[in-house]
């Protein structure tokens, strides 16, 4: 449940934080990167709000309880949400990742709607993979999306089974977004096709001082880096 008695600002940065996939230190430790960026509220929906910043706005989401269902599918469900109406724009942060750059192409980024570019995929990746989405819903920014939420509440149980998550139904479906400034990278996968997937297929994991925020969305996760690790040590850094 929220807590009571905090005045909103004009937009919000929202998280998720459902299941046990990942710790409130997660939430604390995004938290605490967005706020030396600006002052916007800080929002999370989470089936467990235990430990999280008392600044950060929380609000209960459960899970559905279905066959086939992946938490993944909450970021449509966020969509929908009613606490979200008083804001004009919504910019949403996966955990697993690492801010250690300038955001504010993202935070003043103005448009409908908006994913990450996964540039680093490339040709060979779009050869082997012709279904797969070319972008990456780590990070978004959108303004009003309550049509996606409701074109997915109408068939959710057929979609979470035919589908690997929420990008490659967008992709599928046509659900066709714009994209966000390139300052984004993928630690495993770099930041242009070389790094990977037309390179050696070999983890690329190295950081990448020139972007601002690198994505783990494959493992290691953050907290299982090397403690000498540069971009483990800016995760840290914010934890106190």
């Not at 919504?90 to 690492?98: A, E, G, P, R, S």
């Not at 972008?135 to 109408?154: A, G, L, R």
């Not at 930041?191 to 983890?203: A, D």
């Not at 290691?220 to 995760?235: A, G, M």
Request: charged share 30%; with cysteine; net charge neutral.
């Amino acid at each position: 449940m929220e807590q009571t008695g905090k005045k909103h600002s004009q937009n919000c940065v929202i998280c998720l934080k459902i299941g046990d996939l990942y710790s409130h230190e997660y939430v604390n430790n995004l938290y605490k990167a967005i706020r030396k960026q600006t002052d916007d509220d800080v929002v999370c929906f989470t089936d467990d709000s235990t430990g999280i910043h008392p600044d950060i706005h929380t609000y209960d989401m459960q899970p559905r309880d279905c066959v086939g269902w992946k938490h993944l599918w909450c970021k449509i469900m966020m969509y929908g949400r009613k606490e979200l109406v008083k804001y004009k724009k919504k910019i949403y942060f996966d955990l697993d990742l690492v801010i250690h750059g300038d955001i504010k192409p993202i935070l003043e980024h103005d448009c409908d709607w908006a994913l990450i570019r996964s540039k680093w995929k490339g040709i060979k990746f779009r050869i082997q993979y012709p279904h797969k989405a070319k972008f990456n819903s780590s990070v978004m920014v959108w303004k009003d999306n309550t049509w996606i939420y409701e074109k997915w509440e109408k068939d959710w149980k057929n979609i979470i089974n035919k589908y690997d998550g929420n990008d490659d139904w967008y992709a599928k479906e046509y659900i066709i977004p714009t994209y966000l400034p390139n300052i984004f990278y993928s630690y495993r996968e770099g930041s242009n096709p070389s790094h990977y997937w037309e390179g050696n297929r070999k983890p690329h994991c190295q950081y990448q001082p020139d972007y601002s925020v690198c994505l783990f969305h494959q493992k290691p996760d953050v907290h299982e880096l090397d403690k000498d690790n540069k971009l483990y040590q800016i995760w840290n850094e914010t934890i106190s």
